[in-house]
């Protein structure tokens, strides 16, 4: 018989709510994160911008993947950034002069990370400073397109989000991931640490592929949706829609006949209060010349 | 799940995955939050334990829950059935 000592009532230190008043934002902050590397987070946050531009937002874009901006490349606009969001914290240039206009929407903005090796380039101060110009400016939604990882980078885009859309992929460790940086969001942002309600968290889970989840071979949207236990924004299909998209430069929601653009156009739509049943989760059935030919 | 996977024996690589996900994802949110001196509390005691008496190393066990307004850390040790000395 093994005897077990149990010590309790040890008790630690539990930090009071700091602040109880509520800062209120009136553009609406969106972190775009996953842990993960490379799972879809540029693309989704250059989609789910111009979509919310498309519905007459005013959008800012921001890159925080300092030292490896890409979501210029991904916008197309790549040779129009001048300044970047490090000059502007660092009081190089004005927010207005770093904010590249997309020529294609109406509304939507883009402020480019820095290619800077410094660690220490980006803020909590400098961050916070750059939002609630934004805020002022009149934006009504700030998408921070996280880097992967849980370093300062990641830890700042989401720092002051109101709403965080986690990007998943349906693969092991890209959900362990998501899970890990669940646990930031509810301990490590300014929502989490006044305790007014915390973040809101939605999944969005994309590169699925509905021909390997009904094989057995791919988690389904139901086996993610439980193991993490959020509620769902968007299931965006594999496609090979997406690298065409980033080869030139053209979000992939603007494709007019891409499965992937429906999926993305459906998310923004949830985003904005919208009750969509899901599309995409099924094969989509090909026609007869296609499966007699068709690879 | 699909017809094919009916006449299959072995279950799916995406049940097996969703199955350890459970296990993971549950196991490292019971530990979320905790202090990160934990799994060092928890090798210290170890060691201080074991002038004593021979335990496993799973034997001690750390939980940290969560009242309102507290925190509550619960050490538990299971110690072998016969104790030498
Ligand atoms: N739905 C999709 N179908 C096919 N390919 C996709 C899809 N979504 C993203 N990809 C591809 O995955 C790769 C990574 O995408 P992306 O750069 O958006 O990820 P990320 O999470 O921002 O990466 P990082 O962590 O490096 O910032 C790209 O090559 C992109 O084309
Ligand atoms: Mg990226």
Not at chain 1, 48 to 69: E, H, M, Q, S, T
Not at chain 1, 266 to 281: I, K, M, S, Y
Request: include cysteine; charge should be negative.
């Amino acid at each position: 018989m093994a005897t077990t000592c149990i010590l309790s009532g040890w008790a630690l230190e539990c930090a009071p709510p700091n602040r109880i008043f509520e800062e209120r934002n009136l553009s609406e902050i969106i972190v775009v994160t996953s842990g993960k590397g490379g799972v879809g987070k540029t693309t989704t946050s250059a989609s789910l911008g111009c979509g919310l531009a498309r519905r007459g937002k005013r959008v800012a874009l921001i890159d925080f993947d300092i030292g490896l901006r890409n979501l210029d490349l991904i916008m197309g606009c790549e040779r129009r950034v001048v300044y970047d969001f490090v000059n502007v914290i660092n009081g190089d240039c004005t927010l207005k002069q770093a904010l590249i206009k997309d020529k294609r929407v109406e509304g939507l903005h883009v402020l480019a990370a820095s290619q800077t090796r410094d660690k220490d380039a980006l803020t909590e101060e400098g961050v916070q400073r750059v939002l609630d110009e934004l805020n002022s400016e009149g934006f009504d939604y700030v998408l921070c397109d996280s880097p992967a990882g849980i370093e300062k980078g990641a830890h700042l885009a989401m720092y002051f989000a109101d709403r965080a859309v986690v990007v998943v992929n349906p693969e092991v460790s890209s959900v362990r991931d998501s899970d890990r940086i669940l646990g930031l969001l509810a301990s490590k942002t300014r929502r989490a640490e006044n305790g007014n309600g915390g973040v809101k968290e939605h999944l969005l889970l994309t590169r699925y592929n509905p021909r390997r989840v009904a094989s057995g071979e791919m988690m389904s949207v139901n086996d993610v949706k439980e193991i993490l236990g959020l509620d769902v924004i968007g299931v965006v299909p594999e496609s090979t829609d997406v690298l065409a998209a980033s080869n030139s430069g053209v979000p992939v929601i603007l494709n007019d006949a891409s499965d992937a653009a429906d999926a993305y156009e459906d998310a923004v739509g949830r985003l904005l209060g919208e009750q969509l049943p899901l599309r995409f989760l099924e094969e989509r059935k090909r026609g007869f010349l296609a499966r007699m030919f068709g690879g | 799940m699909g017809l094919l996977a009916l006449f299959r024996s072995k279950p799916s690589t995406a049940s097996i995955a969703k199955e350890r996900l459970r296990i993971i994802v549950a196991q490292e949110r019971s530990t979320r939050g905790a202090p990160d001196y934990l799994p060092l509390l928890r090798r210290e005691l170890l060691q201080v334990i074991h002038k004593y008496v021979n335990v496993d190393p799973e034997a001690v066990q750390v939980h940290l829950d969560r009242e309102e307004g507290h925190e509550v850390l619960e050490l538990s040790v299971a110690l072998p059935d016969k104790q030498g000395g």
